[in-house]
T-cell receptor, first 113, second 117 residues
Framework: NAGVTQTPKFQVLKTGQSMTLQCAQDMNHEYMSWYRQDPGMGLRLIHYSVGAGITDQGEVPNGYNVSRSTTEDFPLRLLSAAPSQTSVYFC????????????FGPGTRLTVL | AQKITQTQPGMFVQEKEAVTLDCTYDTSDPSYGLFWYKQPSSGEMIFLIYQGSYDQQNATEGRYSLNFQKARKSANLVISASQLGDSAMYFCAMREAGYSSASKIIFGSGTRLSIRP
């Protein structure tokens, strides 16, 4: 098992550019989520999904879109990047929404100039 | 609304001593879960321990235990016999069961633990 994988590991964007952060898991997990971590802060939930075709907003969804066409993949799209979106992004998954443990990917460090 | 508070931005502890990291939470949901994660300088998030709101006993996982005081809405992490490798950022998190289609997990702001040799 590769666990939760994220690509890219690092990315630099210019303001206004769009891009997609990729997240995949090979554990057949139902629940997947995206977080952002800003310096000195905990993780804040952006979007989450309880299964293919079902997504919902977290605490800080503005400026981001997600889709879940398969159980394995949960991409995060930045529509028009802004400097305020400079952060480290983590994808996480768990077997079910009520599972006791979430498995985290290694993170993507995004800088928006 | 659910909320997690970690009041200790940073702590220094001597190696081999026990350490308690504080976490308080606020929720109106009678069913919830509490988590602790470790984030070393390499950046990955490592799950440490889980406590359910209806669990009668405090959770333990090796050197980690969760001191769960429900009436005080407190879920402190206790690390016994600290080691240099315990130096990291520690996050407390909570999930409400709720009536929604999925349960969100929210995180506190974290405590940076530094172990002195």
């Amino acid at each position: 098992n590769a666990g939760v994988t994220q690509t890219p590991k690092f990315q630099v964007l210019k303001t206004g550019q769009s891009m997609t952060l990729q997240c995949a898991q090979d554990m057949n997990h139902e629940y997947m989520s995206w977080y952002r971590q800003d310096p000195g802060m905990g993780l804040r939930l952006i979007h989450y999904s309880v299964g293919a075709g079902i997504t919902d907003q977290g605490e800080v969804p503005n400026g981001y879109n997600v889709s879940r066409s398969t159980t394995e993949d949960f991409p995060l799209r930045l529509l028009s990047a802004a400097p305020s979106q400079t952060s480290v992004y983590f994808c996480a998954s768990s077997y079910r929404k009520t599972s006791n443990e979430q498995f985290f990917g290694p993170g993507t460090r995004l800088t928006v100039l | 609304a659910q909320k997690i508070t970690q009041t200790q931005p940073g702590m220094f502890v001597q190696e081999k001593e026990a350490v308690t990291l504080d976490c308080t939470y606020d929720t109106s949901d009678p069913s919830y879960g509490l988590f602790w994660y470790k984030q070393p300088s390499s950046g990955e998030m490592i799950f440490l321990i889980y406590q359910g709101s209806y669990d009668q006993q405090n959770a333990t996982e090796g050197r980690y235990s969760l001191n769960f005081q429900k009436a005080r809405k407190s879920a402190n992490l206790v690390i016994s016999a600290s080691q240099l490798g315990d130096s990291a950022m520690y996050f407390c998190a909570m999930r409400e069961a709720g009536y929604s289609s999925a349960s969100k997990i929210i995180f506190g702001s974290g405590t940076r633990l530094s172990i002195r040799p």
